[in-house]
């Protein structure tokens, strides 16, 4: 869909006048998976495809929400955006209204808005951040609040957890909000201090493989993993004062490691602290050029994520599994939140082909379910089109 295309569905649903657009992107983790809600490293990257919001201010005191992807639509009372609806799509931008109000902010006037994406939703590429953080980046501006960006990546967390009630970390509200075009974003998730990393791969490209499982990140699972975090600081306090994992590092948690006694939250815990290593030793390597040291941590996240983390599944396993078989393929693993969603893998150029052929063709026959490719293009965060 083109701008000029949105702009004529805007005008059909609300009538003429003035428009204004912003885009914010999903995102592609590359490494440092679980990591976020502990404190940790995680390096992920903005997409180029994402979530619209087109945007007009009205007379109205209410504010109208419809999308193109999503038959509901409403409207709702300026006093009322802070009142989830039912299980509906617009309590996301809802949810993030509220945060603004929570704020002590008001909104002077109504707005019509129509929202557009180009980004597969429930496939672990942050379709919702998309979502929260382009209804931040336009409230904010479009009502002149003046926050800072990485506030509004708060916010736009903030209304996850509690409009949408997943206890999740700050990395997808973060790149969406904070990347930049051909950049990972290296993030510490307990400072929020960030680094840009040029990501230069010399012939070889970043390449999403869609399960098209659909990643059940209910909120169930998802925070069952956060409790198992916490359960682990609390196994390992009396030994070392920690507040989260990610304070504590590889060689001290291997002499801990064995006082916590339930081995189910000491592999959890295992996943993370080594993950968070990864990741550091990934964003080195990358730094140095040396992509097959990159390639060879992505895999070895994957393996912790499955056997220590137990959050990939089937699908994914088979992905990364007929992947791996494929020559070219420097590395390859699961990304985001798991149980179903994308893979991420990096290909070199000449055997981008050989792998969608070869791993879609060997994944619909041992899964049944028909994958779908991207070649990722690394984006730019939230920002007004126009
Ligand atoms: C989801 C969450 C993130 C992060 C990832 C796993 O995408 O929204 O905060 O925890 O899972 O790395």
């Known amino acids: ?121 429930g496939a672990g ?65 307990d400072t929020l201090a960030y680094d840009l990393v040029p990501v230069k791969l010399d012939g070889v490209k970043i390449v999403i493989s869609n399960t098209n499982s659909p990643h059940k990140l209910d909120s169930g699972k998802y925070n069952e993993r956060v409790a198992e975090c916490h359960a682990a600081v609390k196994a390992i306090q009396p030994f070392q004062q920690i507040y989260a994992l990610g304070e504590i590092s590889w060689d001290d948690f291997l002499k801990v490691e064995d006082k916590i006694e339930n081995e189910t939250v000491r592999g959890r815990a295992r996943h993370v602290v080594s993950e968070i290593k990864r990741t550091e030793d990934a964003v080195k390597a990358l730094r140095a050029g040396d992509l097959i040291q990159f390639g060879k941590l992505m895999n070895d996240s994957h393996d912790s994520l499955r056997d220590d983390y137990e959050v990939t599944g089937f699908e994914l396993d088979t992905m990364v599994e007929e992947g791996r078989k494929i020559d070219g393929v420097i590395g390859t693993r699961m990304t985001g939140g798991g149980f179903g969603g994308c893979t991420v893998s990096l290909v070199k150029t000449e055997a981008i082909d050989t792998f969608i052929e070869q791993v879609g063709k060997n994944y619909v026959q041992k899964t049944g379910l028909k994958p779908l490719f991207y070649v990722a293009e690394i984006g730019d965060g939230g920002k007004k089109l126009f």
């Open 125 to 189: 590429l942050s379709s919702s951040a998309a979502l929260e953080v382009v209804t931040a980046v336009v409230i904010n501006d479009i009502y002149g609040f003046g926050i800072d960006r990485v506030e509004l990546a708060k916010m736009g967390q903030k209304a996850e957890h509690e409009f949408a009630l997943v206890n999740c970390g700050i990395m997808d509200q973060f790149v969406s909000a904070m990347g930049k075009k051909d950049h990972a974003v290296f993030l510490n998730c």
């Open 1 to 121: 869909m083109t701008i000029e295309q949105l702009k004529a569905k805007f005008i059909e649903k609300y009538g003429e006048g003035e428009i204004s657009g912003y885009f914010s992107p999903g995102r592609v983790n590359l490494i440092g998976e679980h990591t976020d809600y502990n404190g940790g490293f995680v390096f992920p990257c903005a997409l180029s495809f994402g979530i619209y919001c087109l945007i007009r201010t009205t007379d109205r005191k209410t504010v109208r929400f419809a999308s193109l992807d999503m038959s509901f639509e409403t409207e709702v009372k300026l006093e009322n955006l802070n009142i989830a609806i039912g299980k509906e799509w617009v309590n996301y931008p809802i949810g993030v209204f509220a945060q603004f109000m929570k704020k002590g902010l008001n909104f002077d006037k109504g707005a019509d808005l129509l929202f557009y994406g180009d980004v597969p939703t």
